[in-house]
């Protein structure tokens, strides 16, 4: 309960942060260019508000509703979500936004987009300059990978070493494929990408080159099951022994298992299959024979198992295999790397659109519960301003598509003015905000919807 608490939190935090900078887009243009801002609302306030105030001398009211589905500045003179269209009714006003140049109304109208990438810029630079980028490289690559169950199903094997996807080399981007966190280990995405995006992928498997041919569906799989793709698998060593089995067969720190009841076992996660499979199949062992190395002899003994399948052995983690290189940045460094890891984060996730707009992508659409759940279990400060750049970006991405009652379908609309010289009329323009508002609410509900059914079953 207390980590679904920790990621609610930081979930509210982070959207707040994004609302507040996407509307401050919007509403400093609008002031730049002298339109009038009558609401500032961080939330909306259907029926009712939380708290608000005007100051003195101010257009504009600033207020916080109860329901955390985003926000909105409410611009004289124009048709948005507060649907006011009796103003529309009235004579023309030179503080209103219908009354300004199509150019100053369109950067109004991208303000909020701009912003929020702006911020993932600023964010992204302030994490360089504070953590530094941190990566790990394998000790001992020769193990190979273990995939994630979308990518087995496409024709990976436990085991593979990535060389190239197309024919490009997959070595620099293989080496980066752990990222350290202090909560867990997540996947190099763009490696992800690469792989996902092509036909054709080299491995070496049991020595010998192998060739994984990956149909479009294939990739699209594995980039909407999730941005998990492979960790590299790390041998089973000895690191202590405690009571149990272990220390009554004899075991010791530094023994290396590589086979289990005549099973080869060379990484540790093989040797976590086997104990799965029987304990999935029902089975009651009491011993089991293992087999490992020790001084560069092998061994075989006979090891009694607990009752929840334990032997007594604390194993060496991953972190033991990897070697960890730190970049730094000064502050100056951290603005341009800053910018660099923004714009292809943006252009990765713009890359990956095209795969929304399929049954795989519908189906696998999340709502505020696959969105907490990015966020990490336990707080960390580097997790939570990673996700919340994300999201800017994303944000951004989602707010600029062409639809009635985003950004993107104002934008349209503008441009049809400008290339035409005519706009729009507000009939016209009021409908198109209801069929968006209806469609949003509509992919809104079904992500939730998503989620629940996720969660049930």
């Not at 334990?310 to 290189?325: P, T």
């Not at 062409?402 to 104002?410: K, M, N, Q, S, T």
């Amino acid at each position: 309960m207390e980590t679904v608490l920790i990621r609610i939190i930081q979930l509210f935090m982070s959207l707040s942060i994004l609302v507040l900078i996407h509307e401050f887009g919007h509403f400093i243009f609008s002031k730049l260019f002298k339109v009038r801002v009558e609401k500032f609302c961080l939330f909306f306030d259907p029926w009712f508000t939380l708290f608000k105030f005007k100051p003195k001398k101010s257009d504009t009211e600033y207020c916080m509703g109860w329901l955390p589905l985003g926000g909105y500045v409410k611009i004289s003179g124009m048709i948005d979500e507060s649907m006011d269209t009796e103003q529309m009714k009235q004579p023309e006003q030179p503080w209103e936004f219908r009354s300004k140049p199509a150019w100053q109304r369109l950067l109004i109208m991208i303000g909020g987009v701009l912003f929020n990438f702006i911020l993932a810029i600023i964010i992204y630079g302030m994490i360089l300059f504070t953590w530094g980028e941190s990566t790990l490289t394998p000790k001992n690559p020769e193990l190979g990978l273990d995939f994630s169950q979308t990518a087995l199903n496409a024709g990976f094997q436990n085991g593979d070493i990535l060389i190239d996807a197309n024919g490009k080399s997959l070595e620099e981007d293989a080496q980066s494929i752990m990222i350290p966190r202090r909560n867990g280990i997540y996947s190099n995405v763009d490696l992800l990408r690469t792989v996902a995006n092509a036909r054709v992928i080299k491995v070496k498997r049991n020595g010998q080159d192998a060739y994984v041919h990956l149909t479009e569906e294939m990739g699209q799989n594995m980039i909407m099951d999730s941005v998990y793709f492979a960790n590299y698998r790390f041998p089973y060593i000895v690191d202590s022994v405690i009571d149990g089995g272990a220390k009554v067969a004899g075991l010791m720190k530094g023994d290396r298992i590589i086979a289990v009841d005549g099973n080869e076992t060379p990484a540790f996660s093989d040797f976590e299959r086997y104990i799965t499979s029987l304990k999935d199949a029902g089975q009651k062992v009491d011993s089991l024979q293992i087999k490992y190395i020790r001084n560069n002899e092998t061994n075989t003994v006979s090891v009694a198992m607990s009752d929840d399948m334990k032997m007594g052995i604390l194993y060496k983690s991953e972190f033991q295999f990897m070697e960890k290189s730190k970049k730094e940045y000064s502050f100056f460094a951290s603005i341009p790397a800053g910018v660099t890891l923004g714009v292809n984060t943006m252009k990765g996730y713009v890359s990956d659109m095209k795969y929304v707009f399929t049954k795989k992508g519908a189906n696998s659409l999340g709502g505020f519960g696959s969105i907490a759940k990015i966020f990490p279990k336990l707080w960390d400060w580097q997790r939570f301003w990673e996700m919340t750049a994300l999201l800017s970006i994303m944000l951004a991405v989602m707010n600029i598509l062409p639809i009635p009652a985003l950004d993107g379908g104002h934008v349209l609309f503008l441009f049809y003015e400008i290339i035409t010289g005519r706009k729009p009329n507000d009939k016209f323009l009021e409908y198109a905000q209801v069929a968006g508002m209806i469609l949003l609410f509509g992919l809104l509900i079904w992500a939730n919807l998503n989620d629940i059914i996720r969660f049930l079953f």
